[in-house]
């Protein structure tokens, strides 16, 4: 961290600046340079709708505080200082935009005296917790009571699983026989006898008489 005093922003330095912050602000702005005649450190700015900006330079140029009127809000401020690292334009525009501005819509940024903004601080993650209260002490027994051994429920019975219906298999159709075929009548000519019949045997007949 470096332990060099800060330069101070010149008061014709501070009026260059507080046109490059109208520039910034756009066309809805103007300079208003009839108020705060008096007051050599104080530039104004107003807007079209009735609201008005001012930067005040303090701390002999080393710090200024912005501050803001509305006619639907109560007056704000919000302060910061010159660094000397970073532009002064970007400065006091990073102030007006996120500390001032937002205090038009309701949204004020906690703030300490001086106007600089107050950031939360994180958790420590290591916070002990918070000891447990004592658990109830037990109500006494008495001894004088029978002992009785719990009732256990019975285990409610189970169905059976029912066994997968086993689906026969339907019996194959098998093709039809072709028919058969008649077999043809056998027809056989009887064969003539070759053998002469013998004669019978016995006497031989006489040849008859001739006249």
Sequence with gaps: MSTAPLTGLPLIDFYVLTDQVAQALGDSWDRDDTA?????????????DGRTIGI?????????????TSPDAPRYHASGYFDGSTPALDTVMHTLEIQLFPAFYGHRLPLTQGGARIIPQPVAADTAAAPAEPAAPAPPVDESAPVTAPVTKPAPATAPAKKPAVRKAAPKKSAPAAPRKKAAARTTAAKPSTKAKAPARGKAKAPAPTA
């Design 36 to 48: 705060d005649v008096d007051d050599q450190e104080t530039v104004r700015f107003a807007h079209t």
């Design 56 to 68: 005040r330079r303090q701390f002999r140029g080393q710090g200024f505080q912005t501050f803001s």
